[in-house]
């Protein structure tokens, strides 16, 4: 035998995957630059969630419930769900790769929008199986195009609703006509990572068609208005054929006993969450005003972020990221989502946000 044999090879496709990249948080040299890249809370975490996190730590030396009991029955009671129909998971995203490697494989297809989430393709590739971009109308996905697509091989649909990065939303009929258009094959699955931020009456995050369908999933998580990202923790709702196929292949211990403990909390702290709607519901429309102000195009969004469009040279996104970094302000480049001309920005602080006006004003010399 040879004393140099070969490495290990992944099977094929691993290494086609283009890895996440997820928003800069750091900035050498500055110990605390202005975090707008993540869509993280503008106001933190509850304060509640903070005691039971810190309270849980007693106890970090058992392991966690493993079927988050607690945690199912709180969403079930704040939700007006069954806690026989909820899994939870490490972050919605863990979900998300789950669902893929349950129900697709080599052969098979998963769509999703052109500019969607950039976990969706990368899910689907692990799995084996190929990611079909469906090209999205006004940076909105679109609904005809999609069930056009579908073919014997597609076994899932994602759409996040409203979408990252571009935060456009399709309404309950159109959300309704996606579902009744797909063959009772096909999973789809409907990633409302932002819903407690949209205040429109004609938004519906599925937890109608996911309570009612059996092919139909819905996904939420604690990261964005709940403030806990840190911990990863996240939870969908379905029929129970696809509870009981989660269960299956989820690990046993995949949410820790501090977040459970801190989600349990958050849910519980609803003057908390209103605080941070109500907070968004005036910095985000006064972001897409002042950017407005300055000549830049911007898409209207109903989530936690803005995204923005910095067109001509010098003056392009590229180069408007750069200037904002410099001056300690971190936000978010979109190009890995096809939209090199775009940044994305999270909506922070009064002073945060009066802090990027005025550095995109420098930026394109109008300050």
Same mark, same amino acid.
């Given at each position: 035998?040879?004393?140099?044999?070969?490495?290990?090879?992944?099977?094929?496709?691993?290494?086609?995957?283009?890895?996440?990249?997820?928003?800069?948080?750091?900035?050498?040299?500055?110990?605390?630059?202005?975090?707008?890249?993540?869509?993280?809370?503008?106001?933190?975490?509850?304060?509640?969630?903070?005691?039971?996190?810190?309270?849980?730590?007693?106890?970090?030396?058992?392991?966690?419930?493993?079927?988050?009991?607690?945690?199912?029955?709180?969403?079930?009671?704040?939700?007006?769900?069954?806690?026989?129909?909820?899994?939870?998971?490490?972050?919605?995203?863990?979900?998300?790769?789950?669902?893929?490697?349950?129900?697709?494989?080599?052969?098979?297809?998963?769509?999703?929008?052109?500019?969607?989430?950039?976990?969706?393709?990368?899910?689907?590739?692990?799995?084996?199986?190929?990611?079909?971009?469906?090209?999205?109308?006004?940076?909105?996905?679109?609904?005809?195009?999609?069930?056009?697509?579908?073919?014997?091989?597609?076994?899932?649909?994602?759409? *996040? %609703?409203?979408?990252?990065?571009?935060?456009?939303?399709? @309404? &309950? /009929? $159109?959300? =309704?006509?996606?579902?009744?258009?797909?063959?009772?094959?096909?999973?789809?699955?409907?990633?409302?990572?932002?819903?407690?931020?949209?205040?429109?009456?004609?938004?519906?995050?599925?937890?109608?068609?996911?309570?009612?369908?059996?092919?139909?999933?819905?996904?939420?998580?604690?990261?964005?208005?709940?403030?806990?990202?840190?911990?990863?923790?996240?939870?969908?709702?379905?029929?129970?054929?696809?509870?009981?196929?989660?269960?299956?292949?989820?690990?046993?211990?995949?949410?820790?006993?501090?977040?459970?403990?801190?989600?349990?909390?958050?849910?519980?702290?609803?003057?908390?969450?209103?605080?941070?709607?109500?907070?968004?519901?005036?910095?985000?429309?006064?972001?897409?005003?002042?950017?407005?102000?300055?000549?830049?195009?911007?898409?209207?969004?109903? *989530? %936690?972020?803005?995204?923005?469009?910095?067109?001509?040279? @010098? &003056? /392009? $996104?590229? =180069?408007?990221?750069?200037?904002?970094?410099?001056?300690?302000?971190?936000?978010?480049?979109?190009?890995?989502?096809?939209?090199?001309?775009?940044?994305?920005?999270?909506?922070?602080?009064?002073?945060?946000?009066?802090?990027?006006?005025?550095?995109?004003?420098?930026?394109?010399?109008?300050?």
């Amino acid at each position: 035998m040879s004393a140099v044999s070969a490495a290990p090879t992944p099977r094929p496709g691993i290494l086609d995957i283009a890895p996440y990249q997820g928003g800069e948080g750091r900035i050498p040299g500055m110990t605390k630059p202005i975090r707008l890249a993540s869509n993280e809370s503008a106001l933190g975490p509850s304060p509640r969630a903070v005691a039971a996190y810190r309270e849980a730590a007693d106890d970090i030396f058992r392991y966690p419930d493993g079927h988050a009991t607690a945690l199912r029955q709180a969403l079930a009671r704040h939700h007006g769900l069954s806690a026989d129909r909820i899994v939870c998971g490490a972050g919605s995203d863990d979900l998300i790769h789950l669902l893929a490697a349950a129900y697709a494989g080599p052969g098979d297809e998963v769509l999703y929008g052109r500019h969607g989430f950039a976990i969706y393709p990368i899910a689907t590739q692990t799995a084996g199986a190929t990611p079909v971009a469906v090209p999205e109308k006004n940076l909105t996905f679109d609904v005809d195009a999609t069930l056009a697509r579908v073919t014997k091989k597609t076994k899932l649909v994602f759409i *996040a %609703n409203p979408n990252n990065p571009t935060g456009t939303f399709i @309404p &309950r /009929d $159109a959300l =309704a006509r996606l579902h009744a258009g797909l063959p009772h094959s096909v999973l789809l699955v409907v990633d409302s990572a932002y819903a407690e931020y949209v205040v429109r009456n004609d938004y519906d995050p599925g937890l109608t068609l996911a309570g009612s369908a059996p092919n139909v999933v819905m996904t939420r998580t604690f990261s964005k208005i709940y403030a806990l990202g840190g911990l990863r923790l996240g939870w969908c709702t379905a029929g129970p054929a696809v509870i009981d196929v989660l269960n299956r292949v989820r690990n046993p211990f995949n949410v820790s006993s501090a977040a459970i403990a801190a989600g349990l909390a958050a849910l519980e702290d609803v003057a908390s969450v209103d605080r941070a709607r109500a907070h968004n519901d005036v910095w985000r429309p006064w972001l897409e005003r002042e950017l407005k102000a300055l000549g830049l195009e911007v898409v209207q969004g109903v *989530a %936690n972020f803005v995204l923005a469009r910095f067109l001509a040279p @010098p &003056r /392009d $996104a590229a =180069a408007a990221w750069e200037f904002l970094r410099q001056r300690g302000i971190l936000v978010r480049k979109v190009g890995v989502y096809h939209l090199p001309d775009y940044l994305r920005i999270t909506i922070g602080t009064e002073v945060e946000m009066r802090a990027v006006v005025a550095a995109v004003a420098a930026f394109l010399g109008k300050s």
